[in-house]
């Protein structure tokens, strides 16, 4: 049996949950393997959540906001996006590769676009294999 | 109290348990932690389901609530009361969206019910953590903000205000009226746009409990439902509105003449002038940057004030009520109003950007809305349609889909051109009874009442329809019949040929597209808009007034292009909406808030740099920082800033989101 990823996604209530939804009722089809947790902003978004997320056996975490100047509470994303660098630079101490992070702006009508999105990091981090918690992917 | 947690997983018919596998799921959560109970049920959000989750409260004494179902954003407060009427706090209650974000959405039985699983036991070990709250109640201020002065913005105002509520109607022009007080006739029933609105403008003047701020601007608006402050700046008319009487000496007298807008530039007025014959506020306003004497002011010469002084030897009189100000400044003011209804309008597609139409080289090519006003007996030619050098055309040729329906421009169909360029052609037929008139459509779309009855009406009046877009107008003659006229090339879909068609008079029926100020307006707003630029609402067919900002209403063009009547309906239903809200006297702030443990507080006051509501202050005796409840909206951003942990998101807490990502891997 191929590899399923894992991927823990946080998303944000005003626009990324939203679209999440709107992929839903069009009925877009995507890939099983992200699982939302919600957040009413992205710059709710602590960088341990991330931490804990690996730790607890995800392979990816799928980070996703209102785009830059639509955030519901002016400029939440805006943080998170700040705050990302630092948190990445902590990640690849870890040995966690950059791809296994993804931050994303999706809108509340970007439907189509979340399910891109999942698709397609489910498919990088297949690529990337198993993340196995002590550093680098299983598989390499 | 150790928690007791009872599970229901929801069928929706064939919607989630005809891809999820409802019985293993609800097995699952049997297995849980702390699960009392876990059901599965066809339609949870029925009476009987909302019973059953009732009952089990009272029976089983269950202390927590779990429901997979649908959405949050769609049941949510469904399930909230119906645990609240069971005498369980709304905030034990947790939701797993198993149907937007997977049944409707994945194909895999087996994988969309182990996703469903993980959904699930994520909801159970958050809601473990979750913990009682008490929603406050705040009086809601009875004063509501229209934001534009259209026939979408005069119908709410005039709603409201009949109630007996205060309205505060802004308009950045001169005077209301909007797109429709430039409109000739109206569609399907042939109404003077202006016999039916100019009665609405004129109550609007003078209904006592609305304040019309024309010629004004929203500069901020900052606050929650039923209790926002707006600040709004009123520009300089350079006229003291109270003493002008509107008679309108003052422009005769200005010796500056300059396109007007109210006339697509089409004809002429002067730098002091009445924006429209049926301007309400029926005042004069002076063109700040064209006006001769303010331009004199600014380089330090006292020139012109013809208007405020007259020509004495012609025994002119000017200004006799003294009304002109030239000292007269914006002035910034601030209000309070409990709703707000955005009802900003659209913009016409400028076609200037589709070089082969010509629009702007060729002097013959109108828009859409030039042609309302030719053909508008208060327009330039008083009525009379002619063409740039006088004379009457022989041929029209109307175009649709300008902008609209087009990859390149706007995706969307902006449903009204149908219609109104059948108008055009009615009134071309009536007043150009020798003139051949031609549509050239894609596709005639005369969705409404009376539509399609119009346009077979129009079939019968000697209209040619063409079916194909038009490619391209040019003005160079291949026939001898084609020199002097524009020629429009055109294939034509119904007979599988290309056509030449030659003309003196091209309409062009453009887009109605988001106006260019709307990010803007979104931004102040904290609105938010859809892909094609238009605001969005709450729920496309559930809530299409509402938007996510309670207390923030969207009608008329700002949310979609739509007609007359769609407009009006949707001003009259915000209305209502703002009406129920002000009825009830009261409303539900958030609890899900952000609290300081001033325990841990460090005093390090990064939080009060992130919180984008100015929410937290500092407690300089003790040296913590404070959270204003009533400003805090719960966005979390401060919570995850702290570096000392000393803030709790209240109902997304660091260990409820914890709970819930362990769940989601579990």
């Known amino acids: ?140 | 109290m150790e928690p007791k947690i009872g599970v229901y997983i929801c069928h929706c018919g064939s919607n989630i348990a005809g891809i999820v596998d409802v019985a293993k799921v609800a097995e699952y959560a049997r297995s849980l932690p702390n699960v009392a109970v876990a059901r599965d049920y066809k339609y949870m959000c029925s009476d009987p389901g909302q019973n059953l989750i009732k009952e089990d409260i009272k029976t089983l004494g269950l202390n927590r609530v779990v429901v997979a179902s649908c959405s949050p954003r769609m049941h949510e407060p469904t399930f909230r009361r119906a645990c609240q009427d069971a005498g369980l706090n709304q905030y034990l209650f947790e939701m797993a969206n198993i149907r937007e974000h997977c049944s409707w959405v994945h194909v895999d039985h087996e994988k969309a019910t182990e996703k469903a699983k993980a959904l699930v036991s994520a909801a159970v070990r958050r809601v473990y953590y979750q913990e009682p709250l008490e929603s406050k109640e705040v009086a809601v201020n009875p004063c509501t903000l229209v934001i534009g002065g259209g026939v979408a913005g005069i119908q709410a105002a005039l709603e409201i205000a009949n109630s007996g509520h205060k309205v505060y109607l802004l308009e950045k022009e001169a005077s209301i009226g909007g797109h429709m007080a430039m409109f000739d006739k109206t569609f399907p029933t042939l109404d003077c746009a202006a016999c039916i609105l100019t009665p609405k403008m004129t109550s609007v003047g003078q209904n006592g409990n609305i304040e019309l701020l024309a010629y004004s601007e929203l500069v901020e608006i900052s606050g929650y439902i039923g209790n926002f402050k707006a600040k709004i700046k009123k520009k300089s008319r350079y006229i003291d509105a109270v003493k002008c009487t509107g008679c309108g000496r003052c422009s005769e007298l200005c010796p500056t003449s300059l396109p007007n807008e109210f006339d697509c530039g089409l004809g002429k007025r002067k730098a002091i002038y009445i924006p429209s014959p049926y301007a309400v506020p029926n005042k004069a306003v002076i063109d700040g940057k064209n006006c001769r004497h303010l331009k004199g002011l600014a380089q330090g010469k006292d020139i012109c004030r013809l208007c405020q002084t007259g020509i004495e030897k012609k025994g002119l009189p000017g200004c006799e009520a003294g009304a002109i100000d030239f000292e007269q400044k914006d002035e910034t003011v601030e209000i309070e109003i409990g709703n707000i209804i955005v009802a900003t309008g659209f913009q016409q597609f400028e076609p200037t950007k589709i070089y082969q139409f010509g629009y702007g080289r060729y002097d013959n090519v109108f828009t859409g809305l030039e042609f309302e006003r030719l053909t508008n007996a208060s327009g330039p030619t008083d009525g009379k349609v002619v063409l740039k050098d006088g004379s009457s055309p022989r041929s029209v040729a109307i175009l649709h889909c300008i902008g609209s329906r087009d990859t390149n421009y706007h995706k969307y169909c902006s449903r009204v051109c149908c219609m109104y360029s059948l108008k055009f052609a009615h009134l071309l037929r009536e007043k150009l009874p020798e003139a051949k008139v031609y549509q050239l459509y894609i596709d005639m779309r005369c969705a409404g009442s009376g539509y399609e009855e119009f346009y077979e009406r129009l079939q019968e009046e000697g209209v040619n329809f063409v079916r194909g877009k038009a490619a391209e107008i040019t003005n160079i003659a291949e026939k001898p019949e084609e020199t002097g006229k524009l020629i429009v090339m055109v294939e034509d879909t119904l007979v599988r040929r290309k056509r030449r068609l030659p003309v003196d008079m091209v309409i062009m029926s453009c887009a109605l597209e988001p106006r260019a100020d709307t990010e803007q307006m979104a931004r102040i707003l904290s609105l938010s808009r859809k892909a094609d630029g238009f605001f969005l609402e709450k729920h496309p067919k559930l809530d299409p007034v509402a938007t996510t900002t309670d207390g923030i209403y969207i009608v008329g063009c700002c949310q979609s292009p739509k007609d007359i009547p769609d407009t009006v309906a949707q001003a009259s239903a915000a209305a209502a909406r703002v009406l129920a809200i002000i009825s009830k006297g009261t409303v539900e702030i958030e609890a899900a808030i952000a609290s300081i443990d001033e325990e841990h507080c460090a005093g390090c006051k990064i939080c009060i740099d992130m919180c984008p509501y100015k929410a937290i202050s500092f407690d300089e005796e003790k040296k913590v920082s404070r959270i204003n409840e009533a400003l805090c909206k719960g966005c979390g951003t401060c919570v995850a800033a702290c570096p000392s942990g000393a803030i709790k998101g209240r109902h997304f807490t660091t260990e409820e989101i914890m709970a819930e990502i362990e769940g989601v891997l579990a």
């Open chain 1, 1 to 140: 049996m191929s590899f399923e990823p894992k991927i823990v996604g946080i998303l944000c209530n005003w626009c990324s949950y939203t679209g999440a939804d709107l992929a839903g009722t069009s009925r877009k089809k995507y890939a099983p393997n992200v699982r939302v947790v919600r957040v009413m902003c992205s710059g709710r978004v602590d960088p341990t959540f991330v931490l804990k997320a690996f730790a607890q056996g995800a392979d990816g975490v799928l980070i996703c906001g209102c785009h830059p100047g639509d955030c519901h509470y002016q400029d939440g994303n805006k943080k998170t996006a700040r705050r990302l660098p630092l948190l990445k630079k902590m990640l690849a101490q870890f040995g966690i590769e950059d791809e296994r992070v993804r931050l994303e702006w999706v809108s509340a009508s970007e439907g189509d676009r979340f399910a891109g999105i999942v698709n397609e990091m489910t498919e990088q981090v297949r690529k990337l294999g198993p993340f196995n918690g002590n550093g680098g992917s299983d598989n390499g």
